[in-house]
């Protein structure tokens, strides 16, 4: 096997939450040595390892920050170095770091940058080749460049509920075009920032090697989602249509939807896209109404009478199994996708046929055990990509970065320990309490769950 | 900052992208690496053209090859040169263009990979340098690879769908085929660490990009949900107490948040209702108690908010509220200005409009501005007679016997 794609590439990744720390983790999968710039502050730590969980068999133990699922997802392949960001040792550590280092990754506001002198004018005078993404939520110019943002609040923002939502009953009782925006959710314009920061850093590297310059990628989650939105935009510009809420439905391909199949909250989906798909539809599930009607080969009358066919279709996914209808109407030509929940998902023969999820054998100290992650929806042919080690433990790489990587003296290391610059246990720890399976099943914030495990 | 204007011409300069095939997630990779100064040129059907041509929404919404508003969206930057790569004629064009491309892009469905020519040991003697990405809805191996999909499919089978939407109604589908664009941003992703680890032996490789994998990628959440605990998280209950949900206010919907490390007080004094102040909701345990109670509260208070000012007036009291912005408000959105997100294209037949550009800013490049999409066949002479040395009477008959 090659040398990996970014082998020799260092990068201090500073960031926080989900979508810069998961470019790091995809970083440190293609071969990067990513160190995460950690604090053993609780009130300052990455609030991944703290309050999202989930810790294994929703039981935090004492040294919980170091269990959390999405965490573990998030921040796999890194090394861990504990800085106290409010002192000025710290600070300067950092720099030095970033001095011998090629990519740097942030997600604090500007203000927060600026203050401590870590933006990108005074971290070039450091390291003048250097890339470094910052990432913010709505980018370090313009009028709102001092606002805050989290994911479930941008997402709408930058227009996804324009373009999502349910159909509604229109004045004759016909389903049509929804007015009330919905949501994609699962913190949507973070993986979007997060890619758009892979493509950007991957590109800057290409650069680097070719012109010996860095670069500087201000990446706003709000501009990032407008960029998803582009032939929305487009077609506000050329034709002043502001929003399209199709629910399940499509422009061109009728019968189109969702529809509810046996067992619990299970459901199929279904595009027909021709007249032979459509007359193979209609064999399959053998309805009268629907082989009798010539009409029904135009799409358009197909469109048109959706609600009368969807009726249809419902009746019949409704006593069978998705797997099944999949299987059956994809064997006879059909587009047809199971909706699969995260269970069956790690159950999917697609999934499990290609290897998609990686597992991590946790060391036993964790507690963790061996878990399987979401790896990435790509592959190299000269490379094995893959989750090289499970995420650091807080500080695990302290004596490597200081000792080794800046040479600092044994002293000065114990002295940064002494002074609380640097830590390996979680200062301010406690223990979170967590909500019952049973209790969050009646909350509604899960839909099941199961007990043997 | 030097910070001028997105279009980073050099980055990619003299890098060669053939983008084959056709929709949205081989075009969407071309447009990224086009954006970055990569040179790109498609390669379309004869006669109808890349098939996202044929689909709506039009410009003025008059149907025409050129008129397409994804296609116009997504085919900025490049050129176009028409051929029959089932051909054999085709194919050895093809070869030709192979030889002094640096990458391929295509998402043609597995089994045409032979026929096209484009079957990664092929292009390994063609081009050893080549990097060959592959786009497809469930990989070129696997008990899916020949299922038929679309884009609500995809969605459905990659787990995301299960979680998009109202608990108590069926999972909704996501926007503007989202997870086409999200297999061709990874696509970008991925050929460009291929394009990286060429500088080092000058060889290529063959990237597989997965359309339901890119997209599962996404649940850090629900994944170690049951990974870790069995549990198996749902779409969101819409009977919180209000926040960090799409809420009605005054012309629109807002999105409440508590979070952004403010006191409740601030947060109860934005929305306006008094009786929102009372201390029982600060805590999160009082927000799932008094939930269907806040939400009244809330719903009332917002009541009294148009969109913008109450986000605004949110961003300045460090909160981080939403609101639902639809095409238009982002067309006139002041920050997406200010921050030199849109570009004047003049097409010479969709006419002239400003265009959404690149997610981020770089600094200190050029701007060099976007070029329209291309005209069906637009190159065709300036690549087989200019570059390839065909003559107007071979052209000619590639024309009469439908190869280009």
């Known amino acids: ?453 | 900052m030097g910070c001028r204007k997105l279009v980073a011409s050099q980055m990619l300069e003299g890098v060669r992208v053939l983008e084959v095939g056709g929709g949205i997630s081989a075009p969407f990779c071309g447009k990224l690496l086009a954006d970055y100064g990569a040179e790109v040129i498609k390669i379309e059907t004869p006669s109808t053209g890349d098939v996202t041509r044929s689909t709506g929404p039009f410009v003025k919404d008059d149907p025409n090859l050129e008129t397409s508003i994804p296609f116009l969206y997504l085919n900025t930057n490049k050129s176009s040169l028409t051929l029959d790569i089932f051909s054999s004629m085709g194919k050895s064009i093809l070869s030709n263009l192979l030889r002094s491309s640096d990458i391929v892009v295509h998402n043609l469905a597995p089994a045409d990979l032979d026929s096209a020519g484009l079957a990664p040991e092929s292009l390994q003697v063609v081009n050893p340098g080549l990097i060959s990405t592959s786009i497809t809805p469930f990989g070129l191996s696997g008990s899916y690879k020949d299922y038929e999909a679309s884009d609500i499919i995809v969605y459905a089978l990659s787990g995301l769908m299960y979680h998009s939407g109202d608990s108590d109604r069926e999972p909704l589908r996501n926007v503007l085929n989202q997870s086409f664009y999200v297999g061709g941003i990874n696509a970008s992703v991925a050929t460009m660490a291929a394009l990286f680890q060429k500088l080092t032996d000058g060889q290529g490789q063959t990237v597989e990009v997965c359309l339901t994998e890119c997209l599962a990628s996404h649940l850090v959440q629900a994944v170690p949900y049951y990974e870790y605990m069995g549990a198996i998280k749902g779409r969101r209950p819409i009977r919180g107490s209000g926040f960090d949900e799409l809420m009605p206010a005054r012309d629109g919907y807002v999105v409440p948040s508590i979070q952004g490390s403010q006191p409740w007080s601030v947060i109860a004094g934005l929305i306006g209702s008094h009786e929102l102040q009372d201390e029982k909701f600060a805590t999160g345990a009082g927000r799932i108690e008094y939930g269907e109670q806040i939400k009244q509260l809330v719903i009332q208070g917002l009541s009294k908010w148009d969109r913008k000012p109450l986000f605004e007036a949110s961003g300045e009291k460090r909160l981080v509220f939403g609101m639902a912005q639809d095409a238009g408000d982002l067309y006139q959105c002041p920050q997406l200005q200010s921050r030199g997100f849109f570009e004047e294209v003049n097409h010479p037949v969709a006419g002239t409009a400003r265009y959404p550009g690149m997610g981020p800013r770089l600094s200190d490049y050029r701007f060099l501005g976007y070029t329209p999409a291309p005209l069906l066949g637009q190159h065709n002479n300036m690549f087989l007679k200019d570059e390839l040395g065909y003559t107007a009477e071979e052209i000619l008959d590639l024309y009469v016997s439908k190869i280009i």
């Not at chain 1, 790690?346 to 499990?352: H, R, S, T, W």
């Not at chain 1, 999820?357 to 979401?374: A, D, L, N, Q, V």
């Not at chain 1, 040479?407 to 967590?434: D, F, M, N, S």
């Open chain 1, 1 to 453: 096997m090659n040398r990996l794609p970014l082998e020799g590439v260092r990068v201090v990744d500073i960031s926080r939450v989900f979508a810069m720390p998961y470019c790091g983790a995809y970083l440190a999968d293609l071969g990067a040595e990513v160190i995460k710039i950690d604090t053993h502050y609780s009130a300052f730590v990455d609030t991944t390892r703290t309050l999202n969980g989930p810790y294994p068999n929703n039981e935090p133990t004492e040294d919980y920050w170091e269990t959390a699922g999405t965490f573990q997802t998030l921040n796999r392949g890194k090394r861990s170095l504990t800085l106290d960001l409010r002192s000025e040792k710290g600070l300067e550590t950092l720099k030095e770091l970033v001095a011998i280092s090629d990519i740097f990754l942030e997600n604090f506001t500007p203000r927060v940058m600026r203050r401590f002198g870590l933006d990108y004018p005074n971290l070039k005078q450091v390291k003048p080749d250097l890339i470094m993404v910052s990432n913010t939520g709505y980018g370090h110019s313009g009028p709102w460049s001092n606002f805050g943002a989290m994911a479930t609040a941008l997402e709408p923002t930058h227009g996804t509920g324009a373009f999502m939502g349910y159909l509604e009953p229109d004045d004759t009782g016909n389903l049509s075009e929804g007015f009330i925006p919905n949501k994609i959710a699962n913190s949507y314009t973070d993986f979007l920032a997060s890619w758009t920061g892979q493509l950007a850093v991957l590109t800057s590297l290409y650069n680097r090697h070719n012109t010996g310059q860095g670069m500087w990628i201000d990446l706003a989650m709000y501009q990032v989602g407008a960029s998803f939105m582009g032939e929305g935009i487009l077609d506000y510009a050329f034709n002043g249509r502001r929003t399209r809420r199709l629910g399940n439905r499509h422009e061109y391909y009728s019968p189109h939807g969702c529809y509810q199949c046996i067992g619990q909250d299970n459901w199929v989906v279904l595009a027909v896209r021709d007249d032979y798909e459509w007359t193979t539809l209609c064999k399959l599930i053998g309805e009268k109404e629907l082989i009798d009607n010539e009409q029904y080969h135009d799409p358009m009358v197909r469109y048109k009478f959706q609600d009368r066919i969807d009726e249809i279709i419902n009746a019949w996914t409704y006593s069978r199994s998705s797997n099944q209808i999949m299987i059956l109407l994809q064997e006879n030509g059909i587009p047809c996708g199971q909706v699969l929940n995260a269970k069956e998902m790690l159950a999917d023969n697609n999934f499990i046929d290609r290897g998609y999820f990686e597992s991590i054998e946790h060391p036993i100290s964790s507690g963790i055990g061996k878990r399987r992650y979401t790896s990435r929806g790509w592959s190299l042919s000269r490379n094995q990509i893959s989750i090289k080690t499970p995420a650091p433990s807080l500080g695990e790489a302290n004596e490597y970065v200081l000792g080794e990587l800046l040479a600092l003296p044994h002293e000065h290391v114990v002295a940064l320990e002494e002074q609380g610059a640097i830590g390996e246990t979680l200062e301010g720890a406690k223990i979170p309490e967590v909500i019952s399976l049973e209790r969050q099943s009646e909350l509604g914030w899960i839909v099941d769950y199961d007990e043997s495990r």
